[in-house]
């Protein structure tokens, strides 16, 4: 099809601008140069669009004078990136503006978090909007409310990433098309996502944003009434727990709300939901059970998922869970480094020590019992398990097996055996456990989940576990695992490669990581931000990179505080993959622990680079012993780190 589109239909005024068929900020000859350079423009609405119309039919390589920043009068348009040619990824665009010119008010600014929760709507809105058309793209968030690295905003600038497919016939540049993108549909976009004026919005935008913000503000209150009640998670009543399908994580319609156990039931007071009653889930051994198909998993994954606040609608808004809680389930084939198992399994028949224990592929229960000793090593105190995706030799050893095979053949210690010690130390267990009943008589709470209603029997499950007794085989005494030192890798010749693909994959070189045990990684811009983060603590050239001297937890919580000082372009993904979302450090600390390649010592190393010569260790990077929760960023900065390294985001 001929396009043919000439006018400027919303700003037919041009201010200055270009010479008609001349890219004049192209740099140097175009034939005596090894790489061409273009200087960055400053110019109007109208002169972008012109510029457009003026290289139609060009070399689509002319495209890339059309780098730099447009002011379309209520927010700017910057073109960073423009695409080498049409089937590369799409160019990369920014759109900025000053808050308090769109109509955002100032009361939904005044702290980090707020701003976090206002970038998060921001994101998800212009996304919305983008999926609508063929040639706009930004990263489509979930059900979670997190900071992200395309939408940053702050007391006085607000900025969105996102891509542009640039349109070409064949190899030659249509121009009147892209006119029209940046004349129109774009702008639509903008001032749809941006515009809170009231002049010319989106009818009731700024009470959706107010919304939005609120319903993570009542969140953050309810994760610090946890702190407060010494509790370690939270149910609102009313809450709808079922998701729609294995593939969809919204709100299943017609679900059966959640209702609490009357005995069990408190209040709590929100600042804007205000007196909300629910069921805490309280520290020590809670077991979830129940028959099949009745909710037990649910429950469990609603609050696996809780470490993040959720959207208004999705169900699980007053669904909250200490922020470290962890996951963990059998993964056979992984790899384990270095891991002091000693907990759970001793006494090898090979002989091999299993404080500092090693192995390329692990056993279901061997990778289950490294799983809860990583967690434990960076300081967690709620575990969450699922026996259908557990190691049922590590989970239970019922009394038949324990007389036909003596104690002292078996290296396995079954959790149920340590389970209490743990929770005597502070360490909880949340457990679905519907086909055995060796843990009731340890339980201190027990759930069952009858046709997804809520019912508090402990008191039946002990009198079960009084009536129908086992040879319990607890063991006494805590020893929380060894922590580790990683060593930096070896570079291996070749341009660096930094990718993910969805939540289950990571691509560090020639190298692949697999976390789809990972059950808390919940959006594929965590999985990409992963990947940056492993670049940063494992190569050598990074100031960042484990050195030996600084353990797993210390070498996290530096990065941490980086990320919360200077936001996820900390992490030196620079301009290519821009759709980065924030992480739990736990769970970039899980992804490290499943790089083939990490080496590990158990006792630091006293070196002084030369780089830190003069400093102390706790200045070259090292961090609290205390493993802190994730908190979101209160960067001042949103420029752009531009690393020579090749990366794609597959997702």
Known sequence: MNFTYEGT???????????????????????????????????????????????????????????????????????????????????????????????????????????????DFLARTFSAYAKETDDISMARPGQEILERSYATVMENYVELRFQLQFQARGRMIMGHRMAKIVDEDLPDIIEATLNFTGDGGVEGHLDNLRKHVETYEDYLALQETLTQRGWIGFIADGSILPRRSGVSDEALSDALAFTSPENLRQTVDLPYAGTVSGMPVLPGITLIVGGGYHGKSTLLSALERSVYGHIPGDGRELVALEPNAVKVRAADGRSIKGVDVSLFINALPTGTPTDNFSTENASGSTSQAASVAEALELGTTTLLIDEDTSATNLMIRDERMRALVAGDKEPITPYVDRIKAMAESGISTVMVMGGSGDYLDCADHVLMMDHYRCVDVTQQAHEVAQKMPRNRGDISGYTAPQER???????????????ARGVDEIFLDRHTIDVSDVEQIVDSGQTEAIAWALRSLTDPVRATCFRGETSIREGLSALGETMNRHGLDALGAGQKPHFLVRPRLIDIAAALNRYRTLKVEHTPRDIVH?????????????APTAFSPDTASTTDSADYRDYDEESENDS
Not at 67 to 80: A, L, N, R, S, T
Not at 97 to 118: F, H, M, T, W, Y
Not at 485 to 499: D, F, M, N, S, W
């Open 485 to 499: 030192y990683p060593l930096p890798l070896k570079r291996h010749g070749g341009k660096a490669k930094t990718r």
């Open 610 to 622: 030369p780089e830190f010569e003069g400093t102390s260790s706790q200045t070259q990077g090292s």
């Open 9 to 119: 239909n919303r700003r037919s005024t041009s201010r200055g601008g270009y010479t008609r068929g001349n890219s004049d900020n192209f740099k140097g000859n175009r034939k005596g140069r090894e790489k061409r350079e273009w200087v960055r423009k400053n110019g109007s609405d109208a002169d972008l669009i012109e510029h457009f119309h003026d290289i139609d039919g060009k070399n689509y390589p002319t495209y890339k004078s059309t780098i730099g920043d447009y002011d379309y009068e209520m927010y700017k348009i910057h073109i960073d990136k423009v695409q080498s040619d049409p089937y590369a990824p799409p160019s990369l665009l920014r759109v900025s503006a000053n808050p308090q010119e769109i109509g955002i008010p100032a009361d939904l600014l005044d702290s980090p978090e707020k701003r976090v929760a206002v970038a």
